[in-house]
């Protein structure tokens, strides 16, 4: 059974940083490329970032683009999203997901606020 479970989220300050994890289990995750998606209050969910399963090609929403890092550790099953820079429009709740399925398992809450 796929789960996935984001951690890491906070409240921090304009212009802080954050690392957000997600621990993967039930497939074999060094084979399939992974994303981060972001639900705000009341809005849909929002693309933010890829990464290719091996690790060497990644890809950002222009909203986060020269801010957010996304990397992964396959023999951990774990995938990460470094912020810095954070501003409060990146207030939301953070999921990851396998690409092309659909969001599943526990976001975690980021909340940027002075």
């Known amino acids: 059974d796929v789960q996935l479970q984001a951690s890491g989220g906070g409240l921090v300050q304009p212009g802080g940083s954050l690392r957000l994890s997600c621990a993967a289990s039930?497939?074999?995750?060094?084979?399939?490329?992974m994303n981060w998606y972001r639900q705000a209050p009341g809005k849909g969910f929002d693309w933010v970032s890829e990464?290719?399963?091996?690790?060497?090609?990644?890809y950002y929403s222009d909203s986060v683009k020269g801010r957010f890092t996304v990397s992964r550790d396959n023999a951990k099953g774990t995938l990460y999203l470094q912020m810095n820079s954070l501003k409060s429009e990146d207030t939301a709740v953070y999921y990851c997901?396998?690409?092309?399925?659909?969001?599943r398992g526990q976001g975690t809450q980021v909340t940027v606020s002075s």
């Open positions: 997901a396998i690409a092309g399925n659909s969001i």
């Open positions: 039930g497939f074999t995750f060094s084979s399939y490329d």
């Open positions: 990464i290719n399963k091996r690790g060497d090609k990644t």
